[in-house]
C-alpha cells in the first residue's frame, strides 16, 4: 500500500529518501510510479507557472528536512532578513536546516530516515551533552556531542547500530564513535555538501511574495 511519505515524493517529482532503505531498493514507489499521483497523474502535461514551480521547490525542501510549513516558513524568513549582512543566505538557510537535532541525528547515521530520528529524539533515545534532548528543533552547536541515550541502548532499533556506524561515512562537518555510539559536530554544514534536492533562489522567491 503506498504511503503518504511516497505520494509525497511523486507529487514533488523528486526521490526524497523519506523512508529509508526502501528509497534505495527496486521497491521504492518512485521506481514503479515516476508520475504525479491521481488516476490521470500518467496524462498530466503542460507547462508550469512560475508561481507552480516555486511551491514545488518550496515543497521538495520543507517535506526533505520533514518540517511542517508554519517552522519551515520561519526559517526562510529568518534567512530572507539577513539579506545583505551575509555572503550567502542559501548557505545560511541550509545551516540552520542540517543543524536542527533531528536532522543531526539523521546525519550521524543513527536513522535511516529524518522521520525516524524525530520519533528517536521525542522518544528521549537521543542527548547532546550527556542531556536527555527530547525536541527535534533544538540546534545543535560546534563541539556538540550527540549519543545515544544508556537507558535506550538496548532497545531493538539500536542492536546492530554500532555495526552499521562503522561502515558508515559521515558529511565531514561531523565525527563518529561507533563504541561510544555518538557523534561530535567539528564543523559547520555547507549548502554545497547538503546537496540540497531544491532551487533556493525559488523558494525565496516563494516567501518574498
Not at 82 to 96: F, H, S, Y
Not at 111 to 118: G, V
Request: glycine content about 6%.
Amino acid at each position: 500500500m503506498e504511503t503518504r511519505n511516497c505520494k509525497i515524493c511523486r507529487r514533488v517529482g523528486t526521490k526524497l529518501f523519506l523512508k529509508g532503505d526502501k528509497c534505495l531498493s527496486i521497491k521504492c514507489t518512485m521506481v514503479k510510479k515516476p508520475y504525479p499521483p491521481g488516476q490521470k497523474g500518467k496524462r498530466r502535461t503542460g507547462s508550469v507557472s512560475e508561481y507552480g514551480k516555486e511551491l514545488q521547490e518550496k515543497q521538495r525542501l520543507k517535506n526533505w528536512y520533514n518540517l511542517r510549513e508554519r517552522k519551515f516558513k520561519n526559517y526562510v524568513k529568518e534567512a530572507l532578513r539577513a539579506r545583505g549582512k551575509v555572503e550567502d543566505t542559501g548557505d545560511l538557510l541550509i545551516k540552520r536546516l542540517e543543524t536542527l537535532l533531528d536532522n543531526v541525528v539523521f546525519r550521524m547515521g543513527f536513522a535511516s530516515s529524518r522521520s525516524a530520528a524525530r520519533q528517536m529524539v521525542s522518544h528521549g533515545h537521543i542527548m547532546v551533552n550527556g542531556k536527555k534532548v527530547n525536541v527535534s528543533s533544538y540546534h545543535v552547536k560546534t563541539k556538540d556531542i550527540v549519543s545515544i541515550n544508556p537507558k535506550s541502548a538496548s532497545k531493538t532499533i539500536f542492536q546492530d547500530l554500532r555495526n552499521k556506524l562503522n561502515k558508515y561515512n559521515p558529511p565531514s562537518w561531523i565525527k563518529i564513535d561507533a563504541d561510544k555510539l555518538e557523534g561530535t559536530v567539528i564543523g559547520e554544514p555547507s549548502l554545497e555538501e547538503a546537496n540540497p534536492p531544491a532551487e533556493l533562489s525559488a523558494i525565496f522567491e516563494f516567501y518574498s511574495r
